[in-house]
């Protein structure tokens, strides 16, 4: 790629993994549509990859069998003077623009005419002077190749035509006719051609938009499609989201030794030095360098030496399984600055059996097993790359540096605070092998399995995680509508695994910046809070005030894969949600009496009173 035709764009940093990621088109700057460029050219003006190594993410990058590095992208901060640091580069595309006037087809008018990007440009069509728009159609691949429409030849598609391309010349035109079609004709041969909302090709051009060398091959059964650039199938990024846990996350980071440690190439350096005069001199430079006295940093050498920080030996398993076991096991000695602390409220949950409660307030007591407040998480955002058109073969997956060659993967980190408990297992495993329970929960689990869509991660469509999903969304509303948190800035996490033994639910925010954190969330794990919390929760799964017709649905959203869910009742939006705003369904909380599915907390009074 030439050095010149890389233009620089700002890109919200927390949003490079899940939305605006390498591939994708966004806006920048200028305010024209540009496209991400791959890692391998995340450099600095001295050529130097201006990322920063995300260290003790060992945990993380075992479970999801990733063996790379996990690098922070450059930052970009935007100040009241412009934009500072260094940015994530992004090149124009599509660099087609149409004129609003008369619809002629400019190909790189602004190069062409010597133009700044953020400066207008006009139709060089004779007494036209109408003002140009970049097109808004791009050409992708099933193989996750991005390319401009290949106007002339979609013009021309007819047989027998003897129309030459210039693409240095303005003879097409991109307009509306009266249908609201859109139409490309040829000024010079007078051929046209309506085109449809899914126009399929059967070549493409180019791998990726900044990337000019040869043109992708394609199998038989492979799909070319000229798709509108906000369609959802011009890019799907592929993510996973883990969060930090010992031992891990008990590392201080703000330790000599954890930063001589981080810097192996100073460490090496010093290693390296035989005389030990010359080695005291450099210890001593290092000291200045690390602001600490000369005693630390031989202390620091001696911890390195003899292993720190001591992580040899932790198992790793199955990435939320291990959350899970974190997540239940008090830590010993805790320090607030550690990226994991947890305060379990277990017992004082357990001693609300004490006061009066209603029948209901009973259930929910003895339905949620352990309470935990989760006061500092870590979460790391995995960007393992993306798809076009589709992410079902997950052979097509485009790694972040395109070639697949890069020794890291892009990630960013984030920082919040939580609430998370889980459900008695007892209870649950009696509830879920109801044969009408069960059946209910299978007619989504075959749905999902005719249905197109992809999750980020494998689910189990099982009456439990139905059940745990909608209580999550749930949560997440009665916490935006009483204690004021937008739902927006909430996630879910869901544990959910009959053979693991897992049923908990975390809610939690994740923010860049530290100090950003909305904080209090951690108040609605205090125990009455939180069963006020839950008590609105259940009253709120009877009712809807699109019903009866959403509890009648046989199904709705993407693939029928909500039943009693939607909008008005369960939906929250889209950051909040790890699977799309589907598998969601409030019969299984409010019971159906026709279907004799319980109402929930009903079942859970009668089983403790049978106990
Ligand atoms: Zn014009
Ligand atoms: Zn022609
Ligand atoms: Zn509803
Ligand atoms: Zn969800």
Not at 113 to 123: A, H, P
Not at 270 to 289: C, H, S
Not at 400 to 412: C, F, Q, T
Not at 591 to 601: A, C, W
Request: glycine share 6%.
């Amino acid at each position: 790629m030439k050095r010149k035709t890389i233009k620089y764009t700002s890109v919200r940093f927390s949003h490079l993994t899940s939305y605006h990621g390498i591939g994708a088109i966004v806006r920048g700057t200028e305010d024209r549509l540009m496209v991400l460029v791959d890692t391998r050219y995340w450099k600095d003006k001295d050529g130097e990859i201006t990322t920063k190594e995300i260290p003790y993410v060992k945990r993380i990058t075992t479970a999801l069998n990733i063996d790379k590095e996990l690098h922070l992208p450059p930052e970009a901060k935007e100040t009241h003077e412009g934009l500072s640091g260094s940015y994530l580069p992004a090149v124009l595309f599509p660099r087609y623009a149409t004129c609003k006037k008369c619809g002629l087809l400019h190909n790189q008018p602004w190069k062409k005419q010597g133009i700044e990007l953020d400066e207008k440009v006009y139709c060089v069509s004779k007494n036209c002077g109408g003002i140009l728009e970049q097109v808004t159609w791009c050409v992708v691949s099933n193989k996750g190749h991005l390319a401009e429409v290949p106007w002339h030849n979609i013009c021309h598609l007819g047989p027998d035509v003897k129309c030459e391309p210039d693409y240095g010349a303005e003879y097409l035109s991109l307009t509306t006719n009266q249908n609201g079609k859109r139409v490309v004709r040829c000024h010079r041969c007078r051929s046209q051609h309506v085109f449809e909302k899914t126009q399929k090709l059967n070549h493409i051009n180019q791998h990726q938009p900044w990337i000019f060398e040869g043109s992708p091959e394609l199998d038989e059964a492979d799909k070319v499609e000229v798709l509108e650039v906000n369609n959802p199938g011009v890019y799907i990024p592929e993510r996973v989201n883990a969060l930090v846990i010992p031992p891990e996350s008990r590392i201080s980071q703000s330790t000599v030794v954890d930063k001589l440690f981080r810097n192996s190439k100073l460490c090496r350096e010093i290693d390296l030095i035989r005389n030990p005069l010359r080695r005291k001199g450099k210890i001593n430079e290092v000291a200045r360098l690390l602001n600490a006295p000369a005693s630390e940093i031989k202390q620091a050498l001696k911890e390195i030496k003899e292993g720190y920080p001591y992580l040899d030996d932790f198992s790793v398993n199955d990435l939320y399984e291990d959350e899970y076991k974190a997540f239940l096991e008090p830590l010993k000695d805790q320090k607030e600055d550690e990226d994991f602390v947890t305060e379990h409220l277990t017992n004082q949950w357990d001693d609300l059996t004490s006061s009066k409660l209603s029948d209901d307030l009973k259930s929910i007591v003895s339905i949620v097993d352990q309470v935990v407040s989760a006061r500092r998480l870590r979460e790391i955002q995995v960007f393992k790359g993306f798809y076009r058109l589709s992410s079902e073969d997950k052979e097509n997956l485009v790694s972040p540096d395109v070639i697949g060659e890069s020794n890291w993967l892009p990630a960013i980190e984030l920082f919040g605070e939580g609430v998370f408990f889980t459900l008695d297992k007892a209870i649950l495993e009696e509830w879920e092998s109801k044969p009408e329970v069960i059946k209910r929960a299978d007619e989504i689990l075959q749905r999902y399995e005719k249905a197109h869509v992809n999750f980020f991660q494998d689910i189990e469509v099982t009456p439990r995680f139905l059940l745990l999903h909608t209580l999550s969304h749930l949560l997440i509303r009665e916490l935006e509508a009483s204690a004021g948190y937008p739902a927006a800035s909430l996630k879910e996490r869901i544990y959910c695994s009959k053979s693991k033994n897992m049923a908990g639910i975390l809610i939690y925010t994740a923010v860049p910046d530290i100090v950003g954190s909305l904080g209090g969330i951690i108040n609605s794990a205090e125990p009455t809070t939180l069963l006020m919390i839950l008590d609105n929760v259940f009253k709120k799964a009877r009712w809807c005030s699109l019903d009866p017709v959403c509890t009648e649905h046989e199904g709705q959203g993407p693939g029928w894969l909500n039943r009693a869910a939607c909008h008005a009742c369960s939906l929250v939006p889209e950051p909040a949600c790890e699977y799309g705003n589907v598998f969601l369904d409030r019969v299984f909380i409010k019971g159906d009496d026709e279907e004799g599915i319980p109402i929930f907390l009903d079942f859970v009074f009668q089983y403790k009173k049978t106990e």
